[in-house]
């Protein structure tokens, strides 16, 4: 026969369990249905769970008479394999990061129960210092308790099991009890306990006491177990202490742009040099990109995340909005529906919403401070000035309605400046194909076709590898040196004064000219160090043959120069065969060039037609140079309207 303490023992731990077990109402259509809301509400899959029947539903006849079904919900609890959690646990401390140890000391509580003086002692962590025994004793004293076991109280200082142990009795008084409240916050977001202090006799407030406390005010999620655990070791009497916090809905976040380059073009990224200078004039508020660059990328909207009250209540939570991708002129959408990509090149820019890239960027004023050096993958428009130290550079045109000062152009296309370049001695401008403008001054230029000038060149070097045309009311070249393959074109050549050279050179390509002197500069400067090497070498070699050796370290250096000296004549072979080679290639583009002057020629300009040269010493009016069998021939001017003219004669 099982007495009555026996059967109480037995149903302890059941007892125990069942206050921590939390349960929900919930109601369906059907069994499952109700089944599934109640596994929502409880947070937990449906496995997780156990329910009863309260009310068995009915489908009723033709839509009348239903009936849901209604369940009780419970947490289920789950038997554990001890094999199984041990092999778990194993898996998992292998996996889990390394955590740091804090040094806590050891600590003493105690608990006053039902008659029952419970004792309770933590072990150290780290480096801490563990419970003494007077401690101990200290902690029950000052609670008033004097008639413990002192045997019990040494073995729970010295087990520090961390669990509460009855060490004495007390005569226990239940009316004195410490009395506790729940208050739940009007939004039900929020559970409060406030405790009172126990009175002669009466005994603390426990763990299942603030369970049960939990459950009667309908207070079944987001429990702060370590709060309820602290509380129940140290209570703190006469405040709220909260003791469980609901789950706030959290809205999902609407799909945005990840931009992959600056949305704001005020927003100047300042170059610093090597000295920590800051270089005012690289700016960088022109975003270049190239054909087939991704811009941005859309990044979807998230799901809403649902929200609960601590009495189980769900809190509904809106999804995030999507937006289409901001596709502007020139970009498309990537295969994968989300990026936007660069189908020309060009400026990156973002304006009313919308993402494109521009092929000519326009600037409205002169390119100074303001905007820094511009390098652009398209065409650059200025409606102003290009200011002295500043420079532009484009794949594409140049459009340029001010004037260049003592400023760097340099163009794959045409340049075209509506005024002209007063370059002052330091101005480079450089055009793929054409170049026009009203005036050059000072200034040296390049072009890959032709130069057509209105007003006049003055002391400039110019080179086209087709034309150089000076034809205006005003036109005139004055001073400096004219390169062309094909024709220079001017209305006045040369000066009235003769005290400033003007040079003339036609029939050739000048770039390839040019890069012919490049070569033969380096391989003299080769040369010369090939000479200094020959001449130590030399030295080492004759010390050598008098003194039959050298040193070690002498012997290493004369090693040394001997293999630069190889080194160096090999380049220096190679870089004749690259002079030849060229010298071939001008040999076959030259061409029969000449030298046009529409109004006058004066005397002292010098004149360059492939191989022949000479010095104009007349003053001629409208003629034309041109070279044949290694003489310089002058014959009449013909002009482009000249030259149609001739072309309708002959049809």
């Known amino acids: 026969m099982i007495d009555f303490v026996e059967l109480k023992d037995r ?15 919930a109601e369906g259509n059907s069994l499952e249905g109700a089944v599934q809301e109640a596994a929502t509400l409880l947070g937990l ?29 419970y947490v289920r609890l789950v038997e554990v394999d001890k094999t199984g959690e041990d092999e778990e646990s194993d898996l998992e401390l292998a ?18 129960k039902a008659g029952d003086v419970l004792l309770k002692v933590t072990p150290p962590q780290g480096e801490g210092t563990s419970v003494t025994e007077a401690e101990a004793r200290g902690a ?24 509460y142990v009855r060490v004495a009795g007390f005569q226990y008084n239940a009316t ?46 987001g429990i702060k177990e370590d709060v309820l655990v602290q509380f129940t070791d140290r209570p703190a009497y006469g405040t709220q202490v909260c003791v469980a916090a609901g789950k706030p809905a959290v809205n999902g976040i609407n799909a945005h742009m990840d931009y992959f380059f600056e949305v704001d073009p005020a927003s100047a990224r300042l170059r610093e040099t090597t000295a920590g200078a800051v270089n005012f004039k690289e700016l960088n508020t022109i975003q270049n990109v190239m054909a087939g660059d991704k811009l941005a990328r859309k990044m979807p909207p998230e799901k809403g995340e649902y929200g609960r009250t601590v009495t189980g209540k769900l809190l509904p939570a809106a999804d995030g909005e999507d937006i289409p991708l901001p ?55 200025v409606n102003g000035n290009v200011n002295e130290g500043y420079s532009i550079k484009a794949t594409g045109n140049i459009e340029i309605t001010g004037l260049v000062e003592k400023a760097d152009l340099d163009a794959e296309g045409d340049i075209v400046i509506r005024q002209g370049i007063t370059g002052k001695q330091g101005s480079t401008v450089r055009a793929g194909q054409m170049l026009f403008a009203k005036f050059i001054e000072n200034a040296m230029v390049k072009c890959g076709s032709s130069v057509v000038v209105s007003d006049g060149i ?55 000219k040019e890069n012919i002197a490049l070569l033969a500069a380096r391989q003299a400067k080769i040369q010369e160090e090939i000479d200094d090497l020959q001449r130590n070498i030399a030295t080492l070699e004759a010390m050598k043959k008098r003194q039959r050796e050298l040193s070690e370290d002498k012997e290493a250096y004369l090693a040394e120069l001997l293999d630069r000296r190889i080194d160096l004549t090999a380049k220096i072979g190679r ?43 007349s003053e001629y009016k409208c003629v034309t140079f041109t070279a044949s069998n290694g003489l310089i021939q002058i014959g009449k001017f013909v002009g482009d309207n000249e030259k149609a003219s001739e072309r309708k004669a002959r049809k």
């Open 11 to 25: 149903l302890q731990p059941r007892l125990e369990a069942d206050l921590f077990v939390q349960f929900v109402e």
């Open 45 to 73: 899959p449906v496995r997780r769970i156990e329910y009863e029947v309260v009310e068995r539903g009915f489908a009723g006849f033709f839509g009348k008479g239903t009936r849901p079904w209604k369940i009780k919900a």
């Open 95 to 112: 996996d889990a990061p390394e955590i740091e140890v804090v040094d806590v000391d050891g600590q003493v509580f105690v608990q006053l």
């Open 140 to 163: 029950l004293e000052r609670r008033r308790i004097l008639g413990y076991n002192d045997t019990l109280v040494r073995q729970v200082v010295k087990d520090a099991s961390g669990t």
């Open 176 to 221: 004195n009890d410490s009395f506790a409240r729940i208050d739940i916050s009007e939004d039900e977001m929020y559970a409060f306990i406030s405790v009172t202090p126990p009175g002669a006799g009466g005994g603390d407030i426990s763990y299942e006491g603030i369970r049960r406390l939990l459950q009667g005010n309908g207070v079944i999620y």
């Open 327 to 381: 596709l502007g002129e020139n970009v498309r959408m990537d295969k994968d529906g989300c990026t936007v990509v660069a189908d020309v090149n060009g400026q990156v820019v973002l304006s009313a919403g919308k993402i494109s890239v521009e092929k000519v960027l326009t600037i409205d004023g002169s390119v100074g401070v303001k905007t820094g050096n511009i390098i652009f993958l398209g065409s650059v428009v």
């Open 458 to 512: 003055l002391n400039s070097t110019v080179s086209a590898r087709q034309r150089v045309v000076c034809q205006g009311k005003r036109a005139a070249i004055i001073g400096g040196k004219i390169c062309a393959g094909e024709e220079v074109q001017a209305k006045v050549l040369g000066s009235a004064s003769g005290n400033t050279e003007t040079i003339c050179e036609v029939g050739y390509d000048p770039e390839l």
């Open 575 to 617: 870089l004749k065969d690259r002079v030849a080679e060229a010298k071939d290639q001008l040999t076959q583009l030259e061409k029969n060039g000449k030298v046009s002057v529409s109004t006058k020629c004066y005397s002292g300009t010098v004149i360059f037609i492939r191989d022949v040269q000479t010095v104009i010493r």
